[in-house]
């Protein structure tokens, strides 16, 4: 399978289309704009499910009986937000879907006991699952004067959802094929695995028995990420662990001072679809030549976490590459030791001091070693995403806490 940050979309556009962006009201929540939309194909909202996909979803929380745990699948289907009933029925969001305390009930119960069985229409975006508790959803005017939905942002204090034991899988499903994956970019909460049946039979994201605990403990006792970890629901990604002030601003400051003063006196390749590119730092700037020239100015720590800024990478088949390969590289702190990226052997991954442990602890507590601990995590295929042109079905399963 060609590496994700090699091929079309990246994975940064998808994450921020699905929730990265803020909400002027209220400032706290995320919406999910239609950057997503119009890759549904056939797919008309408020109709039966073209080429219906059968969903299975199972609990195997051991914490939580069915009655407890509620899904919601949003997203976007030809130019609008929408969401699927119960029955597989795609229904654009509106704002009279909003009950008298202002918020939906878009929750899809789950069968009384065993697996639930539902059905995927084409569409892009988000399965959530919630625990003990149902989520809120807000269906706003966005400034086009569309109906928008404001999305759960965990690591938002002020979010009516904080509270709330939630997380979430991802995927685009069309005409040319179902691709998903589970996710780790935003906070690590309940441990989701996916398989995908059709061409083979996939599996990704499972979390290894205890590892949740153990992501959970490696964190907290890293000091500069342990305010990551809130009690026993989730641990927030520096990224956002930075925006909210519980992690340093300039973490990893001396690590990127290294790697520019490094890359002054000597050449880093970087091999990408396109061919190789040969850098060097020249006035500030860390130069490529090759297929293209391509340069990046010293990126901040929020730059190198959220792979953006300095690092942003894109949809142009030569900077876009470039820059997911430095921002795995910076993540992974593998830089200095690889002067040929991307690094593809994951034992060589977080060796540093100065490194992101947040990803190091969710890849770890995986059975496959795959996660999305950053957004650009699939540089050399160590994502928790699978693909598959013919699906014939998808299962999701809540793992034991």
């Known amino acids: 399978m060609t590496p994700r940050h090699q091929r079309g979309l990246g994975r940064r556009k998808v994450l921020f289309a699905l929730g990265g962006a803020a909400v002027a009201i209220p400032a706290a929540a995320a919406i999910a704009p239609h950057a997503l939309a119009d890759q549904s194909g056939e797919q008309k909202a408020g109709t039966a499910a073209a080429g219906a996909l059968p969903l299975t979803i199972v609990n195997g929380s051991g914490s939580f009986d069915n009655g407890n745990v509620h899904v919601y699948i949003v997203g976007n289907a030809d130019g609008r937000q929408v969401r ?80 709330v034991l939630h997380d979430c899988a991802e995927f685009t499903y069309n005409s040319s094929g179902m691709f998903c994956n589970t996710t780790m970019v935003d906070m690590f909460s309940v441990p989701l695995g996916i398989r995908l049946t059709g061409t083979r039979e996939q599996t990704t994201g499972t979390v290894r028995e205890g590892g949740r605990a153990a992501a959970f403990a490696a964190v907290k006792k890293v000091e500069a990420f342990s305010r990551l970890v809130v009690d026993d629901t989730r641990i927030i990604a520096p990224g956002h662990g930075l925006d909210a002030g519980l992690f340093a601003k300039d973490y990893l400051a001396p690590y990127i001072d290294e790697v520019w003063s490094t890359y002054t006196g000597r050449d880093l390749k970087v091999t990408t679809n396109a ?108 994502a928790s995403y699978i693909q598959d042109t013919a699906p014939t079905g998808l299962r999701l399963t809540l793992g034991a806490f």
């Open 84 to 163: 699927v009933t119960p029955e597989g029925t795609v229904v654009p969001v509106a704002a009279s879907d909003n009950g008298s305390d202002g918020f939906t009930d878009y929750a899809i119960g789950l069968a009384g006991s065993g697996e639930t069985k539902l059905s995927l229409p084409y569409m892009s975006g988000r399965i959530y699952v919630s625990l003990g508790a149902k989520l809120k959803f807000k269906v706003v005017v966005d400034g086009n004067g569309n109906a928008a939905l404001q999305y759960p942002a965990g690591w938002v204090t002020s979010d009516p959802n904080y509270g």
């Open 275 to 382: 061919g190789t590119f040969t850098g060097r730092v020249r006035g500030e700037r860390f130069t490529f030549d090759g297929p293209a020239q391509v340069s990046f100015g010293r990126p901040s720590t929020r730059d190198v976490l959220f792979c953006d800024g300095a690092l942003a990478a894109p949809n142009d088949g030569t900077t876009g590459p470039v820059a997911a390969v430095l921002g795995a590289g910076f993540n992974r702190s593998t830089l200095l030791s690889h002067p040929d990226q991307p690094t593809t052997n994951a034992s060589d991954f977080y060796g540093t001091e100065l490194t992101n442990h947040y990803a190091k602890a969710v890849h770890t507590a995986t059975e496959d070693g795959r996660a999305y601990g950053f957004a650009f995590d699939d540089v050399a295929d160590f």
